[in-house]
């Protein structure tokens, strides 16, 4: 079956503006997942739906970033005001619920901010 | 604040050899932990979900073990092939919270 996809696979974007990244989650999972992965170095959590809300926020940054999930399927994540360092792979995630469920990852968005 | 540690960073094995690769992680309250091999350039592939209760997971030429009261995680994988080339990351998850804490991953290069 299909698996986790992400859109766009690359986003080249200027300091400043605003980017939208899409996940499109395994059908039937109703857990999804962010998380950015900087060069080198392992993932590191964002955000966590249940559904439609974001059972935990708890990663994000600052409030530039954020996310939704509007009807419990597709998600987006919403970064404002772009800086050189959210420069990163956003890596997204989805299981079948929450608790011991395996994660499924997508192939990612590789974000340039120049 | 649970911090997860891969070492060593890279590991560069003859084709053939057993590899075995560390985890090890300070909060011993987990629910799981998840091993995961990257390609580079790619998202991340599951290969092992050990639930807190459980000593080790097989697939195929993969085990994982796990030591929770020692904070410990080892992968071995049997009988290297070029194609294992690639980084594995190591991630728990807390018993509180649902989402995963990385290492920062260890590169393996099997060489023919």
């Known amino acids: 079956g299909a698996g986790v996809s992400q859109t766009p696979s690359n986003k080249v974007t200027e300091k400043g503006k605003y980017v939208e990244l899409r996940c499109d989650p395994i059908s039937g999972h109703t857990a999804l997942y962010w998380y950015r992965q900087s060069l080198g170095q392992g993932p590191e959590f964002l955000i966590y739906f249940q559904g439609t809300g974001a059972a935990d926020d708890s990663g994000l940054p600052n409030d530039r970033f954020f996310a939704v999930r509007p009807e419990g399927s597709v998600s987006t994540l919403k970064i404002q005001r772009t800086e050189r360092g959210d420069s990163a792979v956003y890596l997204c995630?989805?299981?079948?619920?929450?608790?011991?469920?395996?994660?499924?990852f997508g192939p990612g968005t590789r974000l340039t901010v120049t | 604040k649970q911090e997860v540690t891969q070492i060593p960073a890279a590991l560069s094995v003859p084709e053939g050899e057993n590899l075995v690769l560390n985890c090890s992680f300070t909060d011993s309250a987990i629910y799981n932990l998840q091993w995961f091999r990257q390609d580079p350039g790619k998202g991340l592939t599951s290969l092992l979900l050990i639930q807190s209760s459980q000593r080790e997971q097989t697939s195929g030429r993969l085990n994982a073990s796990l030591d929770k009261s020692s904070g410990r995680s080892t992968l071995y994988i049997a009988a290297s092939q070029p194609g294992d080339s690639a980084t594995y990351l190591c991630?728990?998850?807390?018993?509180?919270?649902?989402?995963?804490?990385f290492g920062g991953g260890t590169r393996v290069l099997v060489k023919p």
């Open positions: 991630a728990v998850r807390g018993a509180a919270g649902n989402k995963l804490t």
């Open positions: 995630a989805s299981s079948l619920g929450a608790g011991g469920y395996e994660q499924y």
